[in-house]
């Protein structure tokens, strides 16, 4: 905290302590959260939505809890079009629009800044090997991973129904899980102009009891101009190319974007 300098507040007493005996000003501060989380929203207002490979049969969003719920298609055959962590090309149901600050600027492909995720109240139900992604995105409308070139985080139910979090990278991911799992949270790396690499995210997973952290390594690079606004992408997808249980898939979703320079 701020203090006088050589404690010239402390002018009183006896003269043997005058110099060193402090009675300096003290300043209150209020500590304020410079850049809170935010919800990604109701995705059925402000947000452009696709969804060619039909995996999505319904959609709803509390705003009271900010809980949002997928209704997804039972995947018999496995394709690689139905993930965002495989192959070439995703097809699923991808929710985009404009990314920007808390303030409302424009989050540029030139700018260093980080995208942290939390995931809570991740509620699988029946649903298995389906993932749900937070991201960052070159091209948000390309169907192409490596045109679309994203990066963030996702939930996932894994092929059991447990759990987790991980980091997503163009067209791979790595994840975490852990049962009975209270939240997990990650955040990812933009190094801005003039490489503009993704650098990969850390992530991790808790429970009551116990929890698991891992990272995705990045590499990548964004190739659109310095002065390009990136988007964000809510991707709906299989985890790779396999077959996937549907059924009700309900997680509270919110982010962060942090400028570093």
Same mark, same amino acid.
């Given at each position: 905290?701020p203090?006088s300098?050589?404690?010239?507040?402390a002018d009183?007493?006896?003269?043997?302590?005058k110099?060193?005996n402090?009675?300096?000003?003290?300043?209150?501060?209020?500590?304020?959260?410079v850049?809170?989380?935010?919800?990604?929203?109701?995705?059925s207002?402000g947000y452009?939505?696709?969804?060619?490979?039909?995996?999505?049969t319904?959609?709803?969003?509390?705003?009271?809890?900010?809980?949002?719920?997928?209704?997804?298609?039972?995947?018999?055959?496995?394709?690689?079009t139905n993930?965002?962590?495989?192959?070439?090309?995703?097809?699923?149901p991808?929710?985009?629009?404009?990314?920007?600050?808390?303030?409302?600027?424009a989050?540029?492909?030139?700018?260093?800044?980080?995208?942290?995720?939390l995931?809570?109240?991740l509620?699988?139900?029946l649903?298995?090997?389906?993932?749900?992604?937070?991201?960052v +995105?070159? =091209?948000? !409308?390309? @169907?192409?991973?490596?045109?679309?070139? *994203? &990066?963030g985080?996702?939930a996932i #139910?894994?092929?059991?129904?447990?759990p987790?979090?991980?980091g997503?990278?163009e067209?791979?991911?790595?994840?975490s899980?852990?049962?009975?799992m209270?939240?997990?949270?990650? +955040?990812? =790396?933009? !190094?801005? @102009?003039?490489?503009?690499?993704?650098? *990969? &995210?850390?992530?991790?997973?808790? #429970?009551?009891?116990s929890?698991?952290?891992?990272t995705?390594?990045?590499?990548?690079?964004?190739?659109?101009?310095?002065?390009?606004?990136?988007?964000?992408?809510v991707l709906?997808?299989?985890n790779?190319?396999? @077959?996937?249980?549907?059924g009700?898939i309900s997680?509270?979703?919110?982010?962060?974007v942090?400028?570093?320079?």
């Amino acid at each position: 905290m701020p203090q006088s300098s050589n404690n010239v507040a402390a002018d009183s007493g006896n003269s043997a302590t005058k110099s060193n005996n402090v009675s300096a000003a003290q300043t209150s501060v209020t500590s304020t959260a410079v850049n809170p989380l935010r919800s990604v929203g109701d995705l059925s207002s402000g947000y452009t939505f696709t969804d060619t490979a039909a995996l999505q049969t319904s959609y709803a969003y509390d705003s009271a809890t900010d809980i949002h719920t997928f209704g997804l298609a039972n995947v018999g055959v496995g394709a690689e079009t139905n993930s965002f962590l495989s192959g070439a090309n995703f097809t699923g149901p991808k929710y985009r629009a404009a990314l920007t600050y808390a303030d409302g600027t424009a989050v540029l492909a030139g700018d260093a800044f980080t995208l942290s995720v939390l995931v809570e109240s991740l509620t699988p139900g029946l649903v298995r090997s389906y993932c749900i992604a937070v991201g960052v +995105a070159q =091209t948000p !409308s390309s @169907t192409v991973l490596g045109t679309m070139r *994203g &990066s963030g985080l996702y939930a996932i #139910s894994s092929s059991v129904g447990t759990p987790g979090v991980g980091g997503w990278e163009e067209n791979v991911g790595t994840a975490s899980t852990v049962a009975s799992m209270t939240k997990g949270m990650g +955040a990812a =790396t933009f !190094s801005g @102009t003039p490489q503009k690499f993704r650098n *990969g &995210s850390a992530f991790g997973v808790m #429970s009551a009891a116990s929890g698991n952290v891992s990272t995705r390594a990045g590499g990548g690079q964004f190739s659109v101009a310095d002065g390009d606004q990136l988007g964000i992408v809510v991707l709906v997808g299989t985890n790779g190319t396999v @077959t996937a249980t549907g059924g009700s898939i309900s997680v509270r979703l919110r982010y962060a974007v942090t400028k570093l320079s």
